[in-house]
Each structure stands twice: as C-alpha cells, then as structure tokens.
C-alpha cells in the first residue's frame, strides 16, 4: 500500500503566502514525478506543478512566478510554497506521484486526499 498525506493547506488573506507538503509512505521503491493539482467547486481538476526525479519543474501559467514546488527524496516528499496568493488562487490541493514499488515493477500513480487552500480578498 502506499499513501500521500497532505498538510499545509488554510485560509489567509490575499497576498500572504502558504506552504503545502505532500509525504509518500508506505511500499516504495522509487518516486518519478510529483506534482501539485488544484480544483475549485464545478471546475476542472487543474495541474498547478510538477517536478521531476531530475530536479526539473514545470508551473501551471497562472501561478509562474509566485509558487516553488521542491521535493526532499530522501524524505519522500514534495513542497508547493505558495506566496502572493490570489482570492482564484481558492481550491482543494491535491498531491500526486508516480512511484514504483518494487524492483521491476510497473509506475503507478497515487492521489492524496486533498488539502482546502482559501484565500480571502
């Protein structure tokens, strides 16, 4: 089995900054990518940020210049630092990785279950 746990997510004000972070456990033996999606009510689940085993990162137009995304392998873990943040900024953040669980194994994607981010204008 393997879980993704989020934390991190709240509400603030606009222009004030928070910092998601996303644990893998579990039978793991390898993380490709992980990445940070969002979905506000009656939207389209959207990707927001992706990084890859090799460090590099892809960001979501909106959010170009105000979010980081980071990840400690050694911890299993990814970071989504979110600063300047927008009233359209407002959805349930959600993790996803790609992880391979055993030596041969085939790459599986896994969701967590999803932090609420607000933020009040």
């Known amino acids: 089995q393997v879980q993704l746990v989020e934390s991190g997510g709240g509400l603030v004000q606009a222009g004030e900054s928070l910092r998601l972070s996303c644990t893998a456990s579990?039978?793991?033996?390898?993380?490709?990518?992980m990445g940070w999606y969002r979905q506000a009510p009656g939207k389209q689940r959207e990707l927001v940020a992706a990084i890859f085993s090799g460090g590099s990162a892809n960001y979501a137009d909106s959010v170009k210049g105000r979010f980081t995304i980071s990840r400690d392998s050694a911890k299993n873990t990814a970071y989504l630092q979110m600063n300047s943040l927008k009233p359209d900024d407002t959805s349930v953040y959600y993790c996803n990785a790609a992880i391979v669980r055993t030596v041969g194994g085939p790459r599986e994607r896994y969701w967590g279950q999803g932090t609420q981010v607000t933020v009040s204008s």
């Open positions: 579990g039978s793991i033996f390898s993380i490709n990518d």
